[in-house]
């Protein structure tokens, strides 16, 4: 069983609106949380990365969060634009190094 | 540019076939990695190069051979495969010396086998 699960798998939001990601995840002892965004066509590139300590983190219209003690973490997209529409994987890491990958949430944002 | 480059981006080969795949990272990192992305799963790693060692061998087929001659470049050779290999190859480097530095991928091969 994945030790990372995205929900949900995928959705589709108006131009303008707020949508939020999940992710859940099993990984113990726990070391960090990347959120990646993927184009279409491209590889992923790292959004944000957060570390047991730290509770939410934004890089511009990406907000995510951290539950350490729940183990749930979510990205939340404000104001989607079109250029938003991509996959969003969850990577989690544990203090061995090795990362654990969600199978992503595929995002559409129509106009 | 992603500092990560992959070449080709698409190849479609037969089961009999040998090919390569190639990647160049010109971010000065130590470690380079291949990854297997198939639709609708999580990115599976298949091979991890650190200081142009081999770390990590996650049990995959013998018709997969990665080579790393230096830290810039990492090659995955590709013979007799098997059309469930059809899937993107991606690429990535990192610096291994900071738990938190994230990967940085290329844009992947689309491999198709047919």
């Known amino acids: 069983k994945n030790q990372v699960e995205q929900s949900p798998q995928s959705l589709i939001i108006l131009e303008g609106k707020n949508c939020t990601l999940q992710?859940?995840?099993?990984?113990?002892?726990?070391?960090?949380l990347r959120w990646y965004k993927q184009d279409t066509g491209r590889g992923p590139v790292s959004l944000t990365i957060?570390?047991?300590?730290?509770n939410t983190k934004s890089n511009g219209r990406y907000t995510a969060t951290l539950d350490a003690d729940t183990k749930q973490s979510s990205l939340h997209i404000t104001a989607s634009q079109l250029s938003d529409s991509a996959s969003y994987i969850c990577?989690?890491?544990?203090?061995?190094?090795?990362?654990?990958f969600g199978a992503g949430t595929t995002v559409t944002v129509r106009a | 540019e992603t500092g990560v480059t992959q070449t080709p981006r698409h190849l479609v080969m037969g089961m009999t076939n040998k090919k390569s795949l190639k990647c160049e990272q010109h971010l000065g990192h130590n470690a380079m990695y291949w990854y297997k992305q198939s639709a609708k799963k999580p990115l599976e790693l298949m091979f991890v190069?650190?200081?142009?060692?081999?770390?990590e061998n996650n049990s995959v087929p013998s018709r997969f051979s990665p080579e790393c001659p230096n830290s810039s470049h990492l090659f995955l050779h590709l013979h007799t495969l098997q059309p469930e290999d059809s899937a993107l190859y991606l690429c990535?480097?990192?610096?291994?010396?900071?738990?938190?530095?994230?990967?940085?991928f290329g844009n992947g091969t689309r491999l198709t086998v047919t």
């Open positions: 190069y650190s200081l142009e060692e081999r770390v």
């Open positions: 990535a480097s990192s610096q291994v010396d900071g738990q938190n530095s994230p990967l940085h």
């Open positions: 990577v989690v890491s544990g203090n061995d190094y090795k990362l654990s």
């Open positions: 957060m570390t047991f300590s730290e």
């Open positions: 992710c859940n995840y099993t990984v113990s002892p726990f070391s960090n």
